[in-house]
């Protein structure tokens, strides 16, 4: 069972939240083994978040999803990726966040997604 979770530190409307999960349900889908059916959603807006040297009003949100650690194993990180730009793609259209102030990320995976690339490399590097 996938889970997702989304924080963000603005206010974002219960019918945008529903959007933003359904987005994600279906988004979940393109991993064969998984089924948006079976996605657990949670949804956290106004809290309390910093991006960078911001101050705590600017914009941004998070997006961490939970799957089977195996699955990253047995399907082509293309489909992983596309899932984090699909998630991004929601939050950014119903949450009204620009694409640089979100962080999309499988939870204990090496796949960390900041404007639609792949930056856990050059973190490994820091």
Request: proline share 5%; glycine share 2%.
């Amino acid at each position: 069972m996938p889970r997702i979770t989304v924080k963000t530190n603005t206010f974002v409307l219960d019918k945008d939240k529903c959007r933003i999960v359904a987005a994600l349900k279906k988004a979940i889908e393109l991993i064969p083994c998984e089924k948006g059916a079976f996605v657990m959603a949670d949804f956290e807006d106004e809290a309390f978040m910093l991006f960078g040297d911001e101050k705590p009003a600017a914009p941004c949100a998070s997006i961490e999803i939970a799957i089977i650690e195996d699955a990253f194993r047995k399907y082509d990180k293309k489909v992983f990726e596309e899932v984090l730009f699909k998630a991004t793609e929601a939050v950014m259209r119903y949450a009204n966040i620009p694409e640089d102030r979100i962080f999309a990320y499988y939870r204990n995976s090496p796949l960390w997604i900041f404007e639609r690339k792949n930056i856990i490399g050059s973190l490994l590097k820091l």
